[in-house]
């Protein structure tokens, strides 16, 4: 199912499936998604799925629409195409068009176990893990420290990983060229960090630090399958983090 990716100054805000025929960007909350931001008109841009094509128009907006760099006002998205709206960059991702994109691993918290990649083949119930990543230092992973699903663990080997439970707080995870970074994407009761409540920015999350959200206390550690460096750095009591 296509989906929209938006992000600013490189940290992932937030994912949208289109499931509509159109969907509406703005500034106006009334808008399916919601860009806070003066430089984005009330309604900017809407985006028109036709099967499996996705077309994006501007709405006579203020500051323009770009796409790949290029003022548009009617065009046809491709996958990989980035929407630029004010400092926002909006990614489109047709999987069903690239069947060999990254998938996102989502973790639904409270649940027994974890789900499949979305748009994966994984059977019915069946837990599914990201595979190990290669690399100095392995990769990072989350692991479940509560609830049914506690000792079940994800790697974060996909650029962006999303944590939660639609409806309720979803978080996303997302992996950047000097380590990882946590932003809350919905949800009225926000995540915390090492007990600390996310704000409207992203934090970067450090081994052994604690995520809890919709009642569920992860930990983000080394993936197990490869070796521990041994830095893990004494997490209680600590009641600050560091924003993107």
């Known amino acids: 199912m296509p989906k929209m990716i938006v992000s600013i100054d ?4 937030k994912e949208v499936q ?4 159109r969907t509406s960007l703005g500034r106006r909350p009334y808008n ?8 984005v008109s009330g309604e900017h ?11 994006v128009e501007d709405l006579n907006s203020t500051n323009g629409t770009y796409l790949n760099g290029k003022a548009v006002k009617k065009q046809q998205l491709s996958n990989g195409d980035t929407v630029e709206i004010g400092k926002y960059k909006i990614k489109y991702v047709n999987e069903a068009a690239s069947p060999g994109f990254e998938k996102t691993m989502i973790i639904k918290a409270g649940s027994a176990g974890l789900l499949a990649p979305v748009g994966g083949a994984a059977a019915a119930g ?10 100095a230092g392995g990769a990072a992973a989350i692991k479940v420290m509560s609830g049914a699903a506690a000792g079940r663990e994800v790697a974060l080997v996909k650029v962006v990983t999303t944590i939660g439970k639609p409806g309720v707080t979803v978080a996303a995870i997302t ?3 000097q380590g990882y970074m946590v932003a809350l994407v919905e949800g009225a009761i926000k995540p915390t960090v ?6 409207t920015n992203a934090v970067e999350l450090h081994h052994g630090d604690f995520i809890e959200l919709a009642g569920t206390r992860m930990q983000q550690r080394k ?3 490869n070796q521990c460096d041994g830095n893990a750095r004494p997490v209680p009591g600590k009641k600050s983090h560091r924003a993107s």
């Open 194 to 199: 090492n007990d600390v409540p996310l704000g």
């Open 126 to 135: 069946t837990p599914t893990l990201a595979p190990g990543a290669g690399g």
């Open 10 to 13: 490189g940290v992932v805000i």
């Open 175 to 177: 992996r950047r060229p």
């Open 18 to 21: 289109l499931t509509k025929d």
């Open 32 to 39: 399916d998604i919601v860009i806070d931001n003066l430089a």
């Open 223 to 225: 993936d197990e399958r």
């Open 45 to 55: 841009a809407v985006l028109q799925m036709s099967g499996n094509e996705v077309f």
